[in-house]
């Protein structure tokens, strides 16, 4: 995909994002800033900042487990390389701690695939492995969404005891809901 393709794909992502109900009425959305070829998510952020919505976005730690920190709009992020890993976008301010997650309302999350049973496939770090027990310790019950291009909703991924399902996907052209508990 071009660069183009990639922003387009963020911005129809971000309208139908927009729509979800969980979204609406959130106070405070976990997200993330795309890197790579991920659909582009600053739209969305922007528009969720716009709305007066509170956005925390992780910061990696040299675990691989997530710490959080508020996002200001674009001038507030920091282009952070990780040794041996990636180069991931962060929010520049103050770090709120790996539990400050615990306090959303939605949770929107990157991912590979999602399967017709709601089961994500992350990039294999273990990063947001560790986000889903947090919530889960913490008796958290946040609307766990994930963001997707249409091609990456398959019929199956591989899942492991720990993994979580989540509620929705949203990909450019719509919303898939998934029942679970």
Do not use: C, I, Q
Not at 15 to 42: I, K, N
Not at 44 to 72: H, I, K, Q, S
Not at 124 to 139: I, K, M, Q, T
């Amino acid at each position: 995909m071009t660069a183009d393709d990639v922003r387009e794909a963020g911005r129809a992502l971000a309208e139908r994002a927009l729509e979800l109900p969980e979204l609406a009425g959130g106070r405070t959305v976990a997200a993330y800033v795309s890197v790579g070829t991920e659909p582009d998510t600053l739209a969305l952020l922007d528009a969720l900042r716009a709305r007066g919505v509170r956005v925390l976005l992780p910061a990696l730690l040299p675990d691989n487990d997530l710490d959080w920190g508020e996002y200001a709009g674009p001038d507030s992020l920091v282009l952070t390389r990780h040794s041996g890993k990636m180069t991931l976008f962060e929010p520049s301010g103050t770090r709120l701690g790996p539990d400050a997650v615990t306090a959303a309302d939605v949770v929107l999350l990157p991912g590979l695939a999602v399967d017709a049973h709601g089961m994500r496939l992350g990039r294999g770090g273990g990063s947001y492995d560790r986000v889903l027990a947090r919530l889960e310790r913490a008796g958290a019950r946040p609307r766990l969404v994930v963001l997707l291009y249409d091609t990456e909703v398959v019929a199956h991924v591989p899942a492991e005891p720990h993994d979580r399902p989540v509620h929705a996907v949203v990909t450019p052209s719509g919303v898939r809901r998934f029942a679970h508990p």
